[in-house]
């Protein structure tokens, strides 16, 4: 076992210096190879639902976990879109009631309706999520509505519905910005200025937002504008998060608020992003690893540990990116978490050999596979 290794040990680890959690997902059971579900022609949720291994499931959100990290459950690298509300809501209870060490957030979308009728329908399902995971000891992510983006709506009309949600909660929650390479439907979200005008009207709730868009200077712009406020960026770039958590040096008389409260946890502020990530699904130790020689000071460990991690990241969430969850899986069955390297819906199946090889030579380059 490597010194690094040894020295980060579950039981005797130090807090990460950057608020992380990893995006995690669900694993099936191997029968499902058996089943006739695809891409082209998807499950029902209710199918879906029988075929996954909560054990197996479970034990991952214990893993990285166990190295550190918060656990962000029930969001796109689960295939929430797939998977429908009541696996999301089942997910939920099952990461609430694991008493995770370092916390969960969750996805608080309006899927538990067949279909958005009105505005005031969306808004109504989307607190509702939101209250079930703050009841459970979690913190609500409002995941993105396509109901506003495939319809048009305004910059105003964006302000006025997540205004309307966030009244009725009593926070914190963090917002969620999810780019149209994670999902289609997302073309055109947060137009205007309503982003940064949501999160200024709830300062006192909203807590930050989680930027999915892989725009590196757009992410440190934003970053520095919502930290005046105590607010925080969770970096969700897949492809450019060494550089956003190592962050950069404090501009020349800058006073940002030092710290941020988050259920009981003190989390410091400062010119760089925190995280939640699906890349941590796959490169959680090496990450944990590097986080922790930065947290120590070691700048070029730092370095030395996440820049391959970064590199098997870039690779697993190459285009088509929506894919990423098939390189996930992989390597979580290289791993020996899991049984099978399969996804809901047989997602794994749009990747081909090729990518598989190169997942599995960049995960043992990146130190992600084993303690050898």
Known sequence: ??????????????????????ALHVVVRGGYSEVDH???HPGSPQEIEHWIDWKATAGLRRFVDS?????????????RFEIGWPSARRLIELCSSLELRNGFVAGAGSDQLDAVGSRTELIDAVAEQAEFIDGLGGVPVLLPMPHLSTNGASEKEYVDVYSAIIDQLEGPLFLHWLGEMFHPAMRG????????????????????????????????RLRRRVAMRGQIVLTGDDVHFARLLEGRPPARGSRLPATLELKGRRVRLGDYSHALLGAFDAVAEPAAAALRALGDGDVVRYRELM??????????????????????????WLRGLQDNPMLVNREDLARD????????????RAGALSDD
């Open 307 to 332: 820049g391959p991690a970064e590199e098997l990241a870039r690779f697993i969430f190459q285009p088509p990116t929506r894919r990423y969850k098939a390189g996930l899986a992989y390597v979580s």
């Open 353 to 364: 050999e090729a990518y598989y090889r190169g997942v599995a030579s960049l995960a043992r």
């Open 38 to 40: 695809s891409l082209e």
């Open 1 to 22: 076992m490597s010194a690094d290794r040894q020295h980060n040990r579950p039981g005797s680890l130090a807090p990460l210096p950057r608020l992380c959690y990893a």
């Open 67 to 79: 190295l550190g990290f918060g656990v962000a459950e029930a969001m796109d690298t689960a295939q």
């Open 189 to 220: 979200y947060f137009p205007g200025n309503s982003l940064e005008r949501i999160l200024a009207r709830h300062a006192d709730k909203v807590r930050g937002v989680k930027l999915s868009l892989l725009d590196e200077e757009f992410e440190v």
